[in-house]
């Protein structure tokens, strides 16, 4: 019996130790790269460190303006995004109206196809507008990628919101608006920030229709990164890939603190 | 709108509804209903779900617009008006707080709207919470305090306010047996003490025979009686309001020397006013015990007469099953076409 067990918690062990190998190995691997002078095949670990390539990164105009790019392309996506999403998403949760599910399915069937055909026949649409190789095309790509989050998820806190609650600001003396903002959108707000965040991860991460929109003129982070891998050693890849990962690792902490820690399940605690 | 009220105060009503109807779905929820609550006085909208007394509720805070008629708060039409700009203040069946924030801002929200004062708010957002004995859970949130410490804050987040009229939207109905007497005691202190007027909604005729000053039992969207609690219980002016206040026995008939009989109209007995002995005496009909059921501080016994089965309330010593004596009726309500015609005494 005692043997059996010995055995299981054994096995448990290995398969933990296999899965955290696997999940964290290629980020090891990553993060040693980036500070390696090189690295020869059957050898274990790096032939020497450096900090290089990191001042090779930042100091490559092609690459700061890449960072640079990304870092303003994505905030005023999301701003759009949240825009023109959050009324609708308003919409959605609270009112009942024609064609409801429709349009709620409507948004999800742009994530259903492969996104590459999307993007081409954009593209075609783009040249006829002028839009490619412009920021304005390439927000608008990004765009699409964000709606999903930035109405599915609002929309299902603000239905969430009970409507005695705001009756009760109402009755206190509460103008619509004054509900509104004090209300329902700071108890929806939980919700907002988890769509913020994957919109911005959404549209920071997003490769293929920036790539096909914007090269050769603009380059945001992921695009660039088509051509770090052809042109430059490994080493430049990896340093790129941690500043690639940095605005999703702050994110998801700050999502970790904020909202699974405690103010989401708060906010929802209702009787 | 002030000018008014104080030379008036003894006339105006604090609450008046006229002709107040409204219809959802297609069906008919208020019907021309008038009511007027005196100034101070806590009245209780009793009645069976689905009777309108919700509704009408809603109407009174301004959440739902009436078909027609009107409603005046302290002699002001405010039948136009949202809720926001009505001087009433509600109560909401489950609180509604809202959990973001502390008991103090729920309390202070009030104020913090209307533009208050941070100083004057502060003042007298803790004068009240003290008055609802809250003051050490200034800073707690609502999901950290017990249902009836919520229940308070509901109550201080409307008293803060100073309205004309206080709602109560079914207040203690989430609370536990032994906790609602408690509050229901502290809440009619208060009211009395603060002497505002107060509507009070419930489908427990406990609850609104304990509370109020006056009672309006509702049925199919009318009021079908309006009195002071023990005269409502004594004299209900309808078979519906002699059924849903206490409980009856009732039947198609007459009362004749003491025996229910064929005839035109209803009778209504209660419980306790049917009187079972051993004996034989003028009025009692033999009669037999077929159960008895313990309820507490009384008995529930079922006599088997040869006229009817009467249900009787009974306390001190209590027969066996298959006793066989004698049950008189002592007091019964007549009714015809469900309207009370006289309360028929029976012999001493």
Known sequence: MNARRALREIGIGALAIALMAFILGPILWLGAHAFATSWTFPRLSADGWTTHWWHEVFADSALAGAIRTSLLITPV??????????????????????????????????????????????????????????????????????????????????????????????????????????????????????????????????????????????????????????????????????????????????????????????????? | MTEGTTTMADTTPGLRLAALTKSLGGRRIVDSLALDVHPGEMLALLGPSGCGKTTTLRMIAGFLSPDAGRVEIAGRDVTALGPERRPSAMVFQQYALWPHMTVFRNVAYPLRVRGVDRHEITRRVDEVLALVHLTHHRDSRPAQ??????????????????PDLLLLDEPLSNLDAKLRVQVREEIRTLQRSLGITTIIVTHDQDEALSISDRIAVMHDGRIEQVSTPSELYARPATEFVAQFVG??????????????????????????????????????????????????????VVLEREDVTLRAYMTGRIPDEGTRGWARVQQALRYRDGHLQEVVEGQA
């Not at chain 1, 609270?94 to 196809?113: T, Y």
């Not at chain 1, 500043?243 to 906010?267: C, K, N, T, Y």
Request: charged share 15%.
């Open chain 2, 145 to 162: 305090i017990s249902g009836g410490e919520q229940q308070r804050v509901a109550l201080a987040r409307a008293l803060v306010q100073q």
């Open chain 2, 247 to 300: 409980s009856v026995n009732s039947y198609e008939g007459v009362l004749r020397d003491g025996a229910v009989r064929p005839g035109p109209g209803t009778i209504a007995i209660r419980p306790e006013h049917i009187e079972f002995r051993l004996e034989a005496r003028d009025g009692a009909l033999p009669a037999v015990v077929r159960s008895v059921v313990p309820r507490g501080h009384f008995h529930e």
């Open chain 1, 77 to 271: 996506v999301v701003l759009i995004s949240a825009v023109i999403c959050l009324p609708a998403a308003y919409a959605i949760g609270r009112h009942s109206f024609p064609g409801r599910r429709l349009f709620l399915i409507g948004m999800f069937a742009a994530n259903a196809f492969p996104k590459i055909g999307l993007f081409a026949s954009l593209a075609a649409l783009f040249y006829a507008m002028n839009l490619m190789g412009t920021v304005i095309g390439i927000v608008i790509v990004q765009l699409l990628g964000t709606i999903v989050f930035m109405t599915w998820i609002p929309a299902s806190a603000f239905a969430a919101v009970p409507r005695s609650l705001e009756e009760a600001a109402r009755d206190a003396g509460a103008s619509r608006l004054t509900v509104f903002r004090t209300i329902t959108l700071r108890l929806a707000m939980p919700s907002i920030l988890v769509a913020v965040i994957m919109s911005f991860l959404a549209s920071f991460d997003e490769a293929q229709g920036s790539y096909l929109v914007g090269a050769p003129n603009i380059y945001t982070m992921p695009t660039e990164m088509y051509a770090l891998v052809e042109n430059y050693p490994i080493q430049v890849a990896a340093v790129f890939s941690i500043l690639l990962s940095v605005p999703s690792v702050i994110l998801i902490g700050l999502a970790r603190q904020h909202i699974i820690g405690g103010r989401l399940a708060e906010g929802f605690q209702i009787r």
